[in-house]
């Protein structure tokens, strides 16, 4: 079946410090690819999504390439900020699945003043 | 315009009991979904729902169910509680079809004890 794959946390990063998360998925066709954040007691807001292959979502700084040959939509940041710290989760939306989401582990990011 | 409205925030049951969960989409959504979230599992889909249909469904047994209503409201049900069903209830809807971007609520922190 679909899944998805990213790196586990915590990442702890300094400020203005560059962010990497990684996330690779499996699934049959052309899924659809997000980046979710959750904020702590919060429900999660979508951050970016890419449609097709070599799509490049981007939102607040935050950017992620749709690559189809490495099945990979990595999260990056150049500079981030203590209020980036939240934990992320990397998504797909399959072929024919509706709106179901296949969400990977999550990753907590702290960022520290 | 209002957000995905979930109600109760917390509930705390007994083992052996049901309860109900609800979801108030945003205005004009007809999709909504719903998901478990826990510290072991992390977000797994529960059931998606559209124009009172159910299009969708995860690998959860049959205590887990749901329904949506004319209105898009949706309720959904556990019934015979089992400690490991505590957890975080996210509710999401979305406008389009299909792999479309998802509107969370809140969650409902179910706690069974």
């Known amino acids: 079946g679909d899944s998805v794959t990213q790196m586990e946390g915590p990442v702890t990063l300094s400020e203005e410090a560059f962010l990497t998360i990684n996330c690779t998925y499996t699934?049959?066709?052309?899924?659809?690819l997000f980046w979710y954040v959750q904020y702590p007691g919060e429900g999660l807001q979508l951050l970016l999504k890419?449609?097709?292959?070599?799509d490049k979502g981007s939102n607040k700084g935050f950017e992620a390439t749709y690559r189809k040959e490495t099945t990979s939509f990595h999260l990056e940041k150049g500079s981030v900020q203590v209020s980036d710290s939240a934990v992320y989760f990397c998504?797909?939306?399959?072929?024919?699945?509706?709106?179901?989401?296949?969400f990977g582990g999550g990753t907590r990011l702290m960022v520290k003043p | 315009k209002a957000g995905v409205t979930q109600t109760p925030r917390y509930l705390i049951k007994t083992r052996g009991q049901q309860v109900t969960l609800s979801c108030s989409p945003i205005?004009?959504?007809?999709?909504v979904s719903w998901y478990q979230q826990t510290p072991g599992q992390g977000l797994q889909f529960l059931f998606e729902?559209?124009?009172?249909?159910?299009?969708n469904k995860g690998n959860f047994p049959g205590r887990f169910s749901g329904r949506q209503f004319s209105n898009s409201r949706s309720e959904m049900n556990v019934s015979t509680l089992e400690l490991g069903d505590s957890a975080l209830y996210l509710c999401?809807?979305?406008?389009?079809?299909?792999?479309?971007?998802?509107?969370f609520g809140q969650g409902t922190r179910l706690t069974v004890v």
């Open positions: 890419a449609t097709k292959a070599d």
């Open positions: 998504a797909l939306s399959a072929n024919n699945a509706g709106n179901m989401l296949t």
């Open positions: 205005s004009g959504h007809r999709s």
């Open positions: 729902y559209f124009s009172e249909t159910q299009r």
């Open positions: 699934a049959t066709g052309y899924p659809s």
């Open positions: 999401a809807s979305s406008l389009a079809v299909d792999r479309a971007e998802a509107f």
